[in-house]
Nanobody, 124 residues
Framework: QVQLVESGGGLVQVGGSLRLSCAAS????????MGWFRQAPGKEREFVAA????????DYVESVKGRFSISRDNAKKTVYLQMNSLKPEDTAVYYC?????????????????WGQGTQVTVSS
């Protein structure tokens, strides 16, 4: 029973950077792993990154490794996605979400409490 609100999306040129934020409110946050998914037009929603409940471990889809960094501030109940060296294929609506499963899942069905999404557009 956590509510999530994403922000920070926008229009950026190839090679640029954006930082997405996800503000959480409600019953819980600090005990749950958090993730980011994205969905491009005409494509299925896909896993992007996840961070363990205590911030000690992270996971990234291969296509963003070395470019994106996920982090969290449990005191502020916020999770971040720093996106560098952006490519046109990163264009999508990005969604923040929470997991109640043990660490390591990349399955959309293992996450709940989705945010409303924030649009990221990368232009040439």
């Amino acid at each position: 029973q956590v509510q999530l609100v994403e922000s920070g999306g926008g229009l950026v040129q190839v090679g640029g950077s954006l930082r997405l934020s996800c503000a959480a409110s409600g019953r819980t946050f600090s005990g749950e792993d958090m993730g980011w998914f994205r969905q491009a037009p005409g494509k299925e929603r896909e896993f992007v990154a996840a961070v363990m409940w205590n911030g000690r471990n992270t996971d990234y889809v291969e296509s963003v490794k070395g470019r994106f960094s996920i982090s969290r501030d449990n005191a502020k109940k916020t999770v971040y996605l720093q996106m560098n060296s952006l490519k046109p294929e990163d264009t999508a609506v990005y969604y923040c979400t929470a997991s109640r499963m043990p660490w390591g899942t990349r399955q959309m069905t293992d996450y709940y409490a989705w945010g409303q999404g924030t649009q990221v557009t990368v232009s040439s």
